[in-house]
């Protein structure tokens, strides 16, 4: 089975960035679309950003364009998301997640990472 676990999360300031990693194991990585998630206390889990298989198609939520890119590297099976001038509003636990290119459902979650940025 998919194993995911995220790393670089932290605490930073306004304008600050951070990126995260997302390393994946159990599976061959390059079947599967990629996503970034993130929750903030009392809130629901949000869609951040996704990747295709092949890394060609990027989405990105309209809070986060322009400032996140996210990225993947097939033969590192590894997920990244660059966050730059991240404001306290990007305050969350950020989740990566996995869809199988034949599926429509994911597949598995990582444990997700704190991500702080202080005002």
């Known amino acids: 089975q998919v194993q995911l676990e995220e790393s670089g999360g932290g605490l930073v300031q306004t304008g600050a960035s951070l990126r995260l990693s997302c390393a994946f194991s159990g599976r061959t990585f390059n079947n599967y679309h990629m996503y970034w998630f993130r929750q903030a206390p009392g809130q629901e889990r949000d869609f951040v950003a996704s990747?295709?298989?092949?890394?060609?198609?990027?989405y990105y939520a309209d809070s986060v364009k322009e400032r996140f890119t996210i990225s993947r590297d097939n033969a590192k099976n590894t997920l990244w998301l660059q966050m730059n001038s991240l404001k306290p509003e990007d305050t969350a636990v950020y989740y990566c997640?996995?869809?199988?290119?034949?599926?429509?459902?994911?597949?598995?979650w990582g444990q997700g990472t704190q991500v702080t940025v202080s005002p």
């Open positions: 997640a996995c869809r199988r290119t034949t599926a429509t459902g994911y597949e598995s």
């Open positions: 990747i295709s298989w092949s890394g060609i198609n990027t």
